[in-house]
């Protein structure tokens, strides 16, 4: 239902503030005229992570429109044989539509490092050590390595956002980067980006079950203070 | 007196191997890394088929016919590499799938969602100052945590409703820092152990 | 280069020597420092503490080589008070490498020498189950329809124990370690959302905050964190083991870590506020 | 009606429907099949557990037959490592718990599974020296907690100043407490929503490639 009413465009995200910090990313990049990196981690589409990886590439569409608009250069390393043609596909589309496709490399800019963890790891950091850039975006599913990149890129100097919606890694993120979209703030910004009426739809969806859950929580909480526990009575039951 | 025993000087090599990637990437952490990629996967080899001797196998050998079912089903995975039949392993994903997500969302609206609010709507005045205090901190940290996840609801985020999200964020961002602070208690609590091994069954240095 | 430049500039492998060093040195003569119990460790020990003899417990050795350094020493302490407390185990492994980490975890308990318990009546080890939630479901749903033999090839018949154990109603108490989180919710929407089963559970430290709402909202009645929790049960089982020992490790590498904050902190403020 | 598509998102339905209508009914009929459908999905999960070692075969067999990456040998290590672990887990007939195998996973698996992530610790210790900074207010509100969580875990504090182990566990009481159930709310209803989307078809990803 929530879905219907996203196909007919009644449902509005609000402007997620991280989205202000990738345009302040890659601008800094074209003044400092160091490139970019966006990596979307190491998740493929038939694991439970599948829905951070397709937010991620959502995200990675956005930053390349915006890597072709301003002139700066992307570096989007890959690590899973079925994400690389799916995100060499969204990237070549983003620089088409900026009538930029020559200017694109994909073979040099959408390298595959490796599919094993700390391979994909010292890929990354040998990568981003010889590149030197200027802006790190780290949005999808991260396992242990996300403290290695976030330490690597911050001794290079990029200004980092991380976003990841793996409970245990976002505690890296917001300690390492300059700003962090935590959890589901990832699939808002991925859905916002991407405006496609699903996603949008079933953020709607979440929304109002949150809104359900807060208005339980608070009216439960106040009556229960005065003695009267109907609610949570209720829930319990 | 340093141990005698071939798998413990195996086993001690391997430590020290995977334990150089934090020094640098050199020849023999990646020579540890595929001897453990190889290892992991030889292992799942190993307890699938006794899987399926144990819980498929035994039931065909009582009888239950059905089961062959299941094991073309389980065949049929393996289509996945097959140039033109690929789709065929569709049919044991579908069912791996509905089962999974069928056996985890029905209890997951009980435990995350109704119990976590029952848990909410539960009196913030309790017989301490403290922990009325502890209440309504916990209580004040579940609501903003909540109003932090809102994305369509446009009001949450202006004037006086504003504060909801920003408060939220704060509290989110301070149990965080709880979280940070144990992550180190994790590694550090788990590499001790790999260095007494290498202390107590290797060298032998420690009782 | 100004001190300030020079202090955050210390090179990684000093940094890595020093940590290495601050492991050796209370590995090689422990300091045996007193230890305080955390709440969440208490409740585990009481929980089980006033379970009746004979009780069945359904135990999940739900990690791998990956986790034993941490969870090992708590399972051996908690299997010490369960066996102290008369109680039955009926063992299972939701984890690949459980059943590797069974004869290690028996060989530290020594049920048969220290508690004279007897394998088939007092406790039974199912083996590696495949699909996780799946493999709980199908234990506490009916045990007997999936499985017809223990992890050595054993018929459950034949099996005292086993025999006695259809399902969820006949488990007193569902208790798990793992270092999967979806393992920790798995349990806790199998067992105790489905079945009503009360539920013990341990985690990496690193996973306790996410999984103490389920502890906060009664869902679970007692949670081990990390190798923290397991030297909390040994203290409390008076059976010392590993997890003591770390915890004077822990006291050396972590204050080398505080070190390490504040002169990063106090370098970066410097050097920032005009150190320059 | 596409078999290839259709049928597929056909099952999901089915076998997700009887898995809830298990939870929240108590029909017979329901219960048994459910039974059933549990049962099969822990023999194809087993089976599902091989596609590892298929895909290892396939990229790495590549590069043994080609040699041309110069690290083909160590790709030849490890099936070398894969088919050990095979031939000696099923030669026994006792598969896991025969003493062979059980040599072998400690001299091989158990020390790389206990240190591959377990020497994080380092970078743990060097990532919080050189970036856990107090940089700016919000980052400032995680570091005071990382460090007070910290002390707490520090065995010496907590013995010889009481006050730290009480800060600790005030921590974890009121603050974890609070801000992880809202987290934690919120992450059941977004594996709820994209549950039940996956159930009716909406949410494909997991049929792979068309």
């Avoid at chain 2, 009582?62 to 049919?91: D, N, P, S």
Wanted: aromatic fraction near 12%; proline fraction near 3%.
């Amino acid at each position: 239902m929530a879905i219907q009413m996203g196909k007919q465009g009644k449902i509005k995200i609000r402007r997620i503030p991280g989205l202000d910090a990738i345009e302040e990313i890659v601008g800094r990049s074209v003044e400092m005229g160091r490139p970019v990196f966006d990596i979307v981690g190491m998740g493929v589409f038939t694991d439970i992570y599948a829905t951070q990886t397709i937010a991620g590439l959502s995200i990675l569409s956005y930053v390349s429109t915006l890597c072709a608009r301003l002139g700066a250069k992307l570096y989007a390393p890959q690590a899973s044989v079925d994400v690389l043609p799916v995100a060499a596909e969204i990237v070549s589309e983003s620089y088409r539509m900026e009538g930029k496709l020559e200017e694109l490399d994909v073979e040099e800019q959408l390298p595959y490092l490796s599919g094993t963890q700390f391979a994909w790891a010292s890929g990354i950091i040998g990568m981003a050590a010889r590149l030197r850039p200027a802006g790190n975006i780290m949005i999808g599913p991260f396992w242990a390595e996300s403290m290695m990149f976030a330490e690597t890129f911050d001794r290079i100097g990029a200004m980092q956002i991380g976003g990841t919606a793996r409970m245990y890694q976002i505690p890296f993120f917001a300690a390492l980067c300059d700003y962090v979209l935590i959890g589901e703030e990832m699939f808002a910004a991925g859905a916002y980006v991407s405006g496609d009426p699903q996603q949008i739809g079933s953020i709607a969806a979440q929304d109002w079950y949150k809104l359900a859950a807060l208005a339980l929580g608070i009216l439960g909480a106040l009556l229960a203070t005065a003695g009267v526990t109907i609610i949570g009575d209720l829930l319990i039951m | 007196m340093v141990s005698m025993d071939p798998q413990i000087w195996i086993a001690a090599f391997l430590t020290l191997a995977a334990t150089s990637y934090a020094f640098r990437d050199n020849k023999a952490f990646k020579f540890a890394e595929n001897t453990f990629i190889g290892v992991a996967a030889g292992h799942q080899i190993v307890m699938g088929v006794k899987n399926i001797r144990d819980y498929g196998w035994s039931h065909l050998m009582q009888g239950e016919m059905i089961y062959i079912v299941v094991f073309l089903l389980g065949v049929m995975l393996y289509a996945r590499y097959h140039k033109e039949y690929y789709w065929l392993y569709r049919y044991p994903i579908a069912f791996l799938v509905g089962n999974g997500v069928g056996i985890s969302i029905r209890a997951g609206i009980h435990s995350d969602f109704t119990l976590q609010i029952a848990e909410t709507a539960s009196p913030l005045i309790a017989s301490t100052a403290m922990g009325s205090i502890n209440n309504i901190i916990t209580f004040v940290g579940v609501i903003t945590a909540l109003s932090h996840f809102i994305f369509t609801y446009e009001g949450m985020h202006k004037d006086t409703l504003g504060w909801g999200p920003k408060i939220g964020r704060w509290m989110i961002l301070l149990a965080l820092g709880a979280s940070f602070g144990n992550t180190v208690m994790t590694r550090f609590g788990m590499y001790q152990g790999r260095v007494i091994f290498l202390l107590r069954e290797w060298l032998q240095i420690i009782a | 280069m100004s001190i300030w430049e020079k202090l955050m500039s210390i090179p990684r492998e000093v940094i890595m020597a020093l940590v290495f060093i601050a492991i050796l040195i209370p590995a090689l003569n422990p300091l045996g420092l007193p230890l305080m119990v955390g709440s969440m460790s208490q409740a585990w020990y009481d929980t089980v503490d006033n379970m009746p003899a004979g009780s069945i417990v359904l135990f999940d050795i739900g990690y791998g080589s990956g986790g034993y350094p941490s969870l090992g020493p708590g399972n051996i302490a908690a299997f010490h008070q369960m066996f102290e407390n008369d109680l039955r185990i009926v063992m299972m492994a939701t984890d690949l490498e459980g059943s590797m980490m069974y004869p290690l975890i028996m060989a530290g308990v020594k049920p048969e020498s220290n508690y004279g318990a007897v394998y088939g009546e007092d406790y039974v080890f199912l083996g590696y189950i495949a699909g996780t939630q799946t493999a709980m479901a199908g234990v506490l749903g009916d045990l007997h329809a999936l499985a017809s033999a223990d992890y050595q090839g054993t018929s459950l018949s034949s099996l005292p124990l086993a025999a006695e154990v259809g399902g969820a109603e006949d488990f007193d108490i569902v208790a798990y370690m793992t270092t999967a989180g979806g393992t920790a919710e798995g349990w806790v929407y199998q067992a105790y959302s489905q079945y009503d089963r009360p539920i013990l559970g341990g985690c990496l430290s690193m996973m306790t905050t996410s999984i103490k709402p389920y502890y906060d909202s009664g869902q679970m009645l007692g949670l081990m964190d990390g190798i923290k929790g397991a030297a909390d049960l040994e203290f409390l089982t008076g059976h010392a083991g590993d997890a003591i020992i770390s915890s004077d490790i822990l006291s050396f590498t972590q204050t080398l870590v505080l070190i390490f904050i504040l002169i990063g902190n106090v370098a970066f403020w410097m050097q920032k506020g005009g150190g320059k | 009606m596409d078999y290839r598509r259709d049928i597929p998102l056909a099952i999901t339905f089915l076998v997700g429907i009887i898995a809830v209508l298990d939870y929240y009914t108590t029909f017979e009929s329901v219960t048994n099949t459910f039974t059933v459908i549990k049962n099969w999905g822990v023999v194809l999960q087993a089976f599902a557990l091989g596609l590892g070692a298929v895909n290892l075969f396939r990229v790495h067999g590549k590069r043994v037959s080609e040699r041309t990456r110069e690290d083909w040998m160590f790709s030849g290590w490890l099936l070398l490592m894969l088919v050990l672990f095979v031939v000696v887990g099923l030669g026994t007939g006792q598969y896991d718990a025969s003493t062979q195998y059980a040599w072998i996973y400690n001299a091989l698996y158990m020390p790389l599974g206990a240190t591959m992530y377990s020497s994080l610790a380092f970078y743990m210790a060097y990532g919080s020296y050189k970036v856990l900074r107090a940089r700016n207010f919000e980052a400032a509100l995680l570091f005071i907690t990382a460090v007070l969580v910290i002390i707490g875990n520090t065995p010496i504090f907590p013995a010889t100043f009481p006050v730290f182990f009480n800060i600790r566990e005030w921590i974890f009481g009121p603050i974890v407490s609070g801000a992880y159930r809202g987290i934690r709310i919120g992450v059941g209803i977004g594996a709820v929503v994209l549950g039940i989307k996956t159930l009716v078809g909406l949410e494909t990803g997991y049929l792979g490639r068309w």
